[in-house]
């Protein structure tokens, strides 16, 4: 098993597998040093001796350890200043809606759910001498193709063919055309010009932040992450680490341009960001539209438009062709909610508020204590950068409709907040009640699951992980839906049986005869075409001819 090591806001990691359900022993959580700034090198070697000083094994020496097993390190512990909405709960937590053309997804999943499977495939084939993986906690990575083998190396990193409009935002790995899968060197974020030069002579691939690095390098990143006392340093991992890598480097390090550097393009891969605001609405757009082939496609849902995305909510309005690129998430948009368009609404409980949102306008309530709410209206391309992200400027208010009070004047520019306590977005992560914000969600999913289950002809609930529906359904006691008309899709009816068994065995009910249906329903599919269509067989090989089967 690969062990998970995820750095996280701090606030989170306390109570990150409470919230999650996921095991101790398969995560591993801390977030860097208050008040230290360490950088993805810095942070890397904090993180993975944290983790040597909390294992059973921390009395051996940190290099038996580091071999002992197979260890991924996702990068997640930054502030999310461009994506405000998840900095509280960690943008690795994102929740992400089930794919239009996918089948077997959880509507529970995050980001994190998508990430791991392919990083988990990458380790397994890693060769003997690499136990460390090291990624972005931002970003979802599709491989579309068949991974190739991991070469043989001391670091091994994986980029994709982009064009320069993309690339020179980006770090980027260059190898001359004698050698395309050693490099050459690294560059930051190099612009266009120097792109289309660096073609008359090699090839380039964009950095997609999935690097995999032997014991050997390490080590070697350890050392380069102290200064000269021993301490822990801000070191990064891409422009200083992988800046002197490689046969041509642009950093001078000896030692490290020794370390033998592979370039691996990941095929059929396709990178989505999810850093910002817009990136989120954008990357969901972008994820839900790789499958345009309507016969894929296993929902027929009822959005005006396709950029509007509401998941763990309770939403009494009707959107219109109008409404463009709106992400609601954990919250309630009753009847007396206008919204146009470019809307990030998260965290809102239970309201019967009368609020109109122009374009752009976002709306954040993250719980604090044990009755207050921290409000945050903000514009949908706001940063918060530098002194934007300390200033006291959002109010805690305790009421639910004087929170709507509130909201409305904020959304106006007409609010007097000199009565309210004023926190920083900063302060919001440090003191947010994760557990009041999931438990929120938790209820409104749990009104979503019928829902869903009611309106299955438009819904993904026959599409999604519906082993993960039933245990939810049975412990939550949720009504059942109606049953299906024998005009509904055989795969459907199929499914719906085994939805049901499952819900009637976990509930100590007999779920035989809905098993029988099933199986009825299965055989019925395989047997309809033959049955429809008759076949007289005949001989087609010669007498002497041995024909061998197996099923």
């Not at 998840?86 to 992400?96: Q, R």
């Not at 083998?149 to 063919?161: F, I, R, S």
């Not at 690097?211 to 340093?233: C, M």
């Not at 790789?290 to 027929?300: A, G, S, T």
């Amino acid at each position: 098993m690969t062990k998970k090591l995820l750095s996280l806001p701090p606030n989170l990691v306390g109570c990150f597998h409470k919230i999650t359900g996921l095991p101790a022993s398969d995560y591993f959580c801390t977030s860097d040093p208050i008040g230290h700034r360490l950088g993805s090198g810095g942070g890397t070697t904090w993180i993975l001796e944290e983790c040597h000083r909390a294992s059973e094994s921390s009395a051996e020496p940190f290099e038996n350890w580091l071999a002992s097993q197979k260890r991924i390190i996702l990068h997640a512990g930054g502030q999310s200043r461009r994506l405000p909405s998840y900095a509280p709960s960690g943008k690795i937590l994102t929740p992400v809606p089930v794919f239009r053309w996918e089948r077997g997804q959880s509507i529970t999943q995050t980001l994190l759910d998508l990430q791991l499977p392919l990083y988990e495939r990458i380790m397994d084939a890693a060769p003997a001498n690499v136990h460390t993986m090291i990624v972005s906690g931002d970003v979802y990575i599709r491989a579309a193709a068949q991974l190739p083998p991991v070469p043989e190396a001391d670091v091994v990193c994986y980029g994709l063919w982009l064009d320069s409009s993309i690339a020179k935002d980006h770090g980027v790995f260059y190898s001359t055309h004698s050698a395309p899968s050693i490099l050459d060197r690294m560059l930051q974020k190099p612009s266009v010009d120097t792109l289309n030069s660096l073609l008359q002579t090699g090839y380039y691939l964009t950095d997609i932040g999935v690097w995999l690095l032997s014991d050997r390098a390490v080590e070697l990143l350890r050392r380069r992450s102290r200064d000269a006392k021993g301490a822990l340093r801000e070191y990064d991992l891409y422009s200083d680490f992988g800046c002197a890598l490689g046969t041509n480097p642009g950093v001078a390090d000896p030692e490290l341009s020794q370390l033998k550097v592979a370039i691996v393009p990941l095929p059929g891969g396709e990178f989505y960001h999810y850093g910002t605001g817009r990136e989120m609405i954008s990357s969901t757009l972008a994820v839900q539209n790789i499958v345009n082939d309507q016969r894929e496609i296993m929902h027929r849902d009822r959005k005006p438009h396709p950029s509007i995305f509401v998941q763990n909510s309770k939403a009494g309005i009707r959107f219109t062709s109008a409404n463009t690129n709106i992400w609601i998430e954990n919250s309630c948009i009753g009847a007396g909610w206008q919204l146009t368009s470019d809307h990030i609404l998260t965290g809102i409980p239970e309201n019967d508020w009368q609020l109109a949102l122009a374009p752009g306008q976002c709306i954040d309530i993250v719980p604090v204590g044990d009755d207050g709410f921290a409000v945050r209206v903000y514009g949908i391309d706001d940063k918060f950068a530098g002194e934007e992200q300390t200033r006291p400027r959002f109010p805690i208010v305790s009421d639910i409709a004087e929170t709507g009070r509130v909201i409305k004047a904020m959304l106006a520019g007409e609010a007097d907040l000199s009565a309210y306590e004023l926190i920083s977005a900063e302060r919001i992560s440090d003191i947010a009640r994760l557990d009041r914000l999931v438990d929120q969600r938790r209820r409104f999913r749990r009104a979503n699951r019928e829902a869903l289950a009611a309106n299955h002809r438009h819904s993904v609930f026959y599409q999604s992980d519906l082993r993960e529906a039933a245990t939810a359904f049975a412990n939550d006691s949720l009504k059942m839906p109606a049953p299906l008309a024998d005009d509904e899709p055989l795969i459907t009816r199929i499914s719906d049986s085994m939805f049901r068994a499952e819900v009637s065995r976990l509930t100590g009910a007999d779920p035989q005869a809905h098993e029988e249906r099933a199986f009825s329903l299965l055989r019925e599919g395989l047997t309809r075409t033959v049955l429809e269509h008759k076949e007289l067989p005949r001989r087609d090989v010669c007498s002497d001819q041995i024909v061998w089967s197996r099923s």
